[in-house]
């Protein structure tokens, strides 16, 4: 079985350019979610999907990051403009569904460095 | 306020002996606990859960105890190994949808 797919792997840009990263979750897996993980810290939850609604985007800072999920599979994570301190790596996890004690799968992540 | 935390950001182990990893939690809300490991350049894989209702549970070398009066859970690695050196995450959530990880510990298994 095919894990989660993220890609780019590695990204860097100035700051205020923009920057897409990519997701493709475990196929099947209704629910999908974006992390952020500084260093030497865990991962944060940025926004959770369940198909392609978006259920949880509490933490997702709207005014320069952004999110879709189109037909309820892959999904887009986007910061514009970046700032240095989003110098970070972005995680994409799916699980079967939400509840329960579905365990997240981990896509290997996308880090940026803005200089 | 971390509502997860692992006070101990590394630990050193000798080969075959055991490994205790440790995590404190503030949420009494907290129904649903797990364990993941992160190898360099990898996402965090998971380990091993536990439930509150729960006060142990056990997969091959893996532990994992709860202890809800304290608030305390723990990872008991028996026998180490040295592909178990890896950073170790502590995660609780609230039904499961929304995790809260602690910050880490790096366990080296050595030789």
């Known amino acids: 079985e095919a894990g989660v797919v993220q890609s780019p792997r590695y990204k860097i840009i100035e700051k205020k350019q923009p920057v897409a990263f990519w997701c493709n979750p475990i196929?099947?897996?209704?629910?999908l979610y974006w992390y952020l993980q500084n260093l030497g810290q865990g991962p944060e939850l940025l926004i959770r999907?369940?198909?392609?609604?978006?259920?949880?985007d509490s933490q997702l800072p709207k005014d320069r990051f952004s999110a879709e999920r189109l037909k309820g599979v892959d999904s887009t994570l986007k910061i514009q403009p970046a700032e240095l301190g989003d110098s970070a790596v972005y995680l994409c996890?799916?699980?079967?569904?939400?509840?329960?004690?579905?365990?997240?799968?981990f896509g290997p992540g996308t880090r940026l460095t803005v200089l | 306020d971390q509502q997860v935390k692992q006070n101990s950001p590394s630990l050193s182990v000798q080969e075959g002996r055991i490994s205790i990893l440790n995590c404190d939690y503030t949420?009494?809300?907290?129904?649903?606990f797990l364990w993941y490991k992160k190898y360099p350049a990898e996402g965090p894989t998971f380990l091993i859960s536990?439930?509150?209702?729960?006060d142990k549970n056990e997969d091959g070398r893996f532990t994992v105890f709860l202890n809800k009066s304290a608030k305390h859970l723990s990872l008991h690695i028996v026998p180490s190994q040295p592909g178990d050196s890896a950073v170790y995450f502590c995660?609780?959530?609230?039904?499961?949808?929304?995790?809260?990880f602690g910050t880490g510990t790096r366990l080296q298994v050595f030789p």
């Open positions: 995660a609780a959530s609230v039904n499961t949808d929304k995790l809260i």
């Open positions: 196929s099947g897996h209704n629910t």
């Open positions: 536990i439930s509150s209702i729960k």
């Open positions: 999907y369940e198909n392609e609604e978006a259920v949880d």
């Open positions: 949420n009494s809300m907290f129904d649903y």
């Open positions: 996890a799916s699980s079967p569904s939400r509840g329960g004690d579905n365990e997240q799968f």
